[in-house]
Nanobody, 121 residues
Framework: QVQLVESGGGLVQPGGSLRLSCAAS????????MAWYRQAPGKTRELVAA???????NYADSVKGRFTISRDNAKNTVYLQMNSLKPEDTAVYYC???????????????WGQGTQVTVSS
């Protein structure tokens, strides 16, 4: 079983910055992709940014130029640097990882528990 633990959420004023972290642990052979999703009240969960093991990235149009996703493969950790935050960025942010577990060699897809980001003055 693979666990994801997120940290770094909080309350920030418009225009401010936050950095989210998500560390994966467990019997992991490899993590092919890691991503951040978010879900605002009354809305569906949406992809914010994703990164492959090779470093290829993609972003939602709403965060391009403001958010940066990165990862440390040695630590099985993904980060989301969020700058120029807006009130509409307020949501619960979830980490997602896709990869292969040890032993069975089966694919896994795990979610973190979520971390609240609130942008408000």
């Amino acid at each position: 079983q693979v666990q994801l633990v997120e940290s770094g959420g909080g309350l920030v004023q418009p225009g401010g910055s936050l950095r989210l972290s998500c560390a994966a642990s467990g019997s992991i052979v490899s993590i092919n992709a890691m991503a951040w999703y978010r879900q605002a009240p009354g809305k569906t969960r949406e992809l914010v940014a994703a990164i492959t093991s090779g470093g290829s990235t993609n972003y939602a149009d709403s965060v391009k130029g403001r958010f940066t996703i990165s990862r440390d493969n040695a630590k099985n950790t993904v980060y989301l640097q969020m700058n120029s935050l807006k009130p509409e960025d307020t949501a619960v942010y979830y980490c997602r990882a896709l990869g292969v577990v040890a032993g069975t060699g089966a694919d896994f897809g795990s979610w973190g528990q979520g971390t609240q980001v609130t942008v408000s003055s």
